[in-house]
């Protein structure tokens, strides 16, 4: 499926969120309190040409320098800046010009909305497929947020690979995208529809785990998931046999992470303050991490609390003197289980 193909769906055929035929790019669950105050404050019209699979809104990001590939109309963009702050900055990457008129267009607007004396805003016109063509420093940002939109490019692969070298050490790769349970078949890759809907393009879960490793994101997280319904009829059709889920996954630039949980006797205890996680931080779906309990870790789960942003809201207990083997209840099991796409799973209503 070609570039051009994705600027068509999203710049022509799709109007807004309500044209879309299944739930694949909407959300879900309702974002947190503070949240929800930044999404009150972003203009209407980018608000309507949203498509997005999970708000991408990792925590504990004052000040952070944040990378958005596939910004679209720039609703998460605008929510991050408020996140950061005025001595933060967002810069938002999109192929379609439609989409970026709309991000540009209220940019100024939302400055005044916020109360910043310069904008902390700017978007870029470019394929995230060729990031290195961009001008974008490598090792400069912080963070990398995309949200259902590497679904979209063909070499996958290179995505990973770019935000691996734009990210500083320490840095984290926090993207929500869609996937699979098998290897959709060659013939779908290039219905439109399909593949507009970000359903065609999702990978394997399992090839998503082998291509990001080999980026250099040495152990992908999963913090959460969902089935994905398909509304459609006929798009249910085609794709009968595939399940879809909608997951939200960090990655971490930490060159230090072994290819298993190993336990070395390690625990961690949280001491709160990071904002919307007060009274408990979750690092993933396996470590979630109540504020003043001793929680033990595997030794990658340590160092990515321990050598990123978060370090300052936790004690660390032990060190990496001695091993025990394996840490058990770590891992990339299948995401999957009990998730389908039949009538089971409800499409989602768009917030």
């Known amino acids: 499926m070609n570039l051009q193909n994705s600027q068509e769906y999203y710049g022509e055929v799709l109007q807004g969120s309500v044209d879309l035929k299944t739930d694949a790019c909407t959300m879900a669950d309702m974002p947190a309190p503070h949240i929800m105050q ?6 209407p019209e980018v608000k309507a040409r949203y498509y997005g699979c999970g708000l991408v809104a990792p925590a ?22 408020q996140l950061v702050g005025p001595e933060g900055e967002i810069v938002g990457v999109d192929a379609t010009p439609q989409q970026l008129a709309v991000a540009n267009e209220y940019r100024e607007w939302h400055r005044e909305q916020f109360g910043y004396d310069k904008g902390n805003v700017r978007f870029v016109e470019g394929d995230i497929e060729r990031l290195d ?5 490598p090792g400069s940002f912080d963070i990398i947020v995309s949200n259902c939109v590497i679904n979209l490019v063909a070499d996958k692969a290179a995505v990973f690979k770019a935000a691996f070298e734009l990210l500083k050490p320490g840095g984290e790769l926090y993207f929500s995208d869609v996937y699979c349970d098998r290897r959709v078949p060659a013939h779908l890759l290039e219905d ?19 291509q990001a490793k080999a980026s250099g994101f040495a152990d992908p997280r999963l913090v959460k998931h969902r089935p994905l319904g398909i509304g459609d009829a006929a798009i249910a059709a085609k794709l009968d046999g595939i399940n879809f889920i909608s997951a939200t996954y960090r990655l971490f630039k930490l060159e230090a992470l072994e290819p298993e949980c190993e336990d070395y006797g390690q625990a961690v205890i949280y001491r709160g303050g990071i904002v919307g996680e007060d009274r408990v931080f979750t690092l993933d779906q396996g470590h979630v991490i109540e504020k003043g309990r001793v929680f033990p870790v595997c030794g990658n789960s340590w160092m990515m609390l321990r050598d990123t942003r978060f370090a300052d809201h936790f004690e660390f207990i032990g060190n990496f003197d001695q091993h025990f083997g394996v840490f058990e209840g770590c891992g990339a099991s299948s995401p999957f289980g009990a998730t389908d796409n039949s009538a089971e799973a409800e499409p989602a209503a768009c917030c």
């Open 38 to 43: 930044a999404m009150a404050k972003v203009h």
């Open 60 to 81: 504990a990001i004052e000040g952070a320098r944040i990378l958005d590939l596939g910004s679209g109309s720039g609703q998460d963009a605008y929510i991050l800046a």
């Open 133 to 137: 063509e961009l001008g974008l420093e």
């Open 192 to 210: 439109p529809v399909l593949h507009g809907e970000c359903l065609s393009g999702a990978l394997y879960w399992g090839d998503f785990h082998a």
